[in-house]
Nanobody, 114 residues
Framework: QLVESGGGLVPAGGSLRLSCAASGRTSNAPDIGWYRQAPGEVREFVARIIWNTDITYYADSVKGRFTISRDTTKNTVFLQMNSLKPEDTAIYYC?????????WGQGTQVTVST
């Protein structure tokens, strides 16, 4: 199970920190990442971290503004989002890639006002 939290309404230029808590089959996931989906748009990749390393990947649109990290003791992955823009408005989903399949969280809404 993946449970996201930390979404909300923030003005442009502001910051938010999303959390994704993994449990059950997802608690030992090799990779965990974030995707987002804006209204009327397809779900797109945001960031990904390799669980037992510091290797990270980012979409070009968020490089330099977003940082993905994890706390392995709490089975939690974070997405620190700085310098937010109105185009970052979307539902943000956590995803885990495991040997038993891929899992998604329920999503958390991020709204960036102008």
């Amino acid at each position: 199970q993946l449970v996201e939290s930390g979404g909300g309404l923030v003005p442009a230029g502001g910051s938010l920190r999303l959390s994704c808590a993994a449990s059950g089959r997802t608690s030992n996931a090799p990779d965990i990442g974030w995707y987002r989906q804006a209204p009327g748009e397809v779900r797109e990749f945001v960031a990904r971290i390799i669980w037992n390393t510091d290797i990270t990947y980012y979409a070009d649109s968020v490089k330099g503004r977003f940082t993905i990290s994890r706390d392995t003791t709490k089975n939690t992955v974070f997405l620190q989002m700085n310098s937010l823009k109105p185009e970052d408005t979307a539902i943000y989903y956590c995803k885990a890639w495991t040997s038993s399949g891929d899992y998604w969280g329920q999503g958390t809404q991020v709204t960036v006002s102008t």
